[in-house]
């Protein structure tokens, strides 16, 4: 026998994207549920970026889940960067206007928004085996899945995809229909969380012939760091001493003098791509973040470009069901992937300037060596920077 839930919006994904937009809706009245293939504790336990463009921050005090994240986020007015030993700093507020970004872990973003949903009695469905979706492209969308020993069926107008990369969703557009794009980078990023002093107020992204580092922090007491390797490395070559001794290499000296050290809390090997799927809907089946799109970190884009994609779902959704009007929603692919793309071309762009590449000549990185200089003296280049760092508009 299969059990029946019939709901409005059925969202696949229980991570940040797919909660907020849960939450969104909730406080317009929209029914939704959330199904989420792990537990909890699973989802919780991912370590995951935590910068947040001002955007985002404000689509959490909406969602009325940014309570903690004003209360012991940190706001950062600029960033710095390391060329090859030499500071630069990067004025975010003096070359926007007055924007910032918060940072503030996307673990504790997603308990926030976990305990919102608990409050509001939302419905998060946990440990939802062989997920399957059904008339996407009909007037009668469905979901089905497994949960312990029996099965389920849950009968919605739409259907929202927000289950990552590797999910159900993406795969269940024809093949004839979905244009994926990729570029997969010749590295990936050794990240060590450490209960440790961040070595600097804002973040130090550092180019050196060594390769990138990142210095990030997700509080006072809490610090996140990250180192280029190769593809070919793994977490079992790397001791905690063997990754604080070469941190200190791609840091300028009197930065590495200040950093504290310590056992790792967490530590892996991410590799790094750009990754875009189009259009972003089928039918009643919506795309949002990982499942459509995937940029390399060193941009900050991840999390960010998937809240604006909750942003268009949501005022798509909201219009729909309390004007009549679905405009949004048939705009929303169309909408959603400019400004993915140029989230993807931001991250791109850091990625390419900062990092070493294998295999490069020696003009290639003369090229690279003049595109970060020139940012550095320039007042224009800087803006644009400081622009898309802290999100463009919605």
């Known amino acids: 026998m299969t059990n029946t839930i019939k709901t409005k919006v059925g969202i696949i994904g229980g991570g940040p994207s797919g909660l907020l937009l849960s939450q969104l809706l909730d406080l317009k009245g929209i029914d939704n549920v959330v199904l989420e293939k792990h537990t909890r504790d699973y989802v919780l336990g991912r370590i995951r970026a935590g910068v947040l463009e001002h955007g985002f921050a404000d689509l959490m005090r909406e969602a009325q889940c940014g309570a903690r994240m004003d209360a012991e986020g940190e706001i950062h007015e600029g960033f710095w960067i390391n060329d090859n030993g030499t500071m630069h700093r990067v004025d975010l507020a003096g070359h926007t ?156 000296d009197d930065v590495a003098a200040r950093l504290e050290t310590g056992p790792s809390i967490e530590k892996s090997i991410a590799p790094l791509r750009s990754f875009v799927a189009e259009p972003m809907r089928w039918g009643n089946l919506f795309l949002a973040g990982d499942a459509a799109h995937i940029v390399p970190p060193t941009g900050a884009r991840g999390l960010n470009s998937a809240a604006s994609d909750i942003y268009y779902l949501y005022h798509a959704m909201v219009d729909h069901y309390r004007k009549g009007d679905s405009t949004g929603l048939e705009q929303y692919s169309a909408k959603a992937l400019a400004r993915v793309w140029k989230a993807q071309r931001f991250s791109w762009w850091m990625t390419t300037m900062l990092h070493d590449f294998p295999d490069t000549s020696a003009y290639d990185r003369k090229l690279q060596d003049v595109e970060l200089a020139y940012l550095l003296s320039s007042e224009a280049a800087m803006t644009s920077l400081a622009e898309n760092y802290v999100g463009l508009p919605f």
């Open 97 to 252: 206007g007055g924007s910032s970004v918060v940072v503030y872990g996307q673990t504790e973003l997603t308990r926030d928004l976990y305990d919102a949903r608990e409050k509001m009695g939302g419905q998060v469905i946990h440990e939802t085996l062989d997920m399957a979706i059904h008339d996407a492209d009909s007037d009668t969308p469905a979901l089905s899945y497994r949960k312990g020993d029996e099965t389920f069926r849950v009968e919605c107008d739409f259907i929202i995809g927000a289950d990552g990369f590797h999910g159900v969703s993406r795969k269940s557009i024809p093949r004839d229909v979905l244009q994926e794009y990729e570029k997969v980078y010749p590295f990936g990023w050794l990240g060590v969380l450490s209960r440790t002093r961040p070595v600097n107020d804002e973040l130090i992204y550092s180019k050196t012939g060594r390769g990138f580092s990142l210095c990030s922090l997700r509080s006072r007491v809490l610090s996140r760091y990250y180192i280029q390797v190769p593809l070919s490395d793994t977490v079992e070559d790397w001791s905690d001493e063997a990754f604080w001794d070469e941190l200190r290499r791609r840091l300028p």
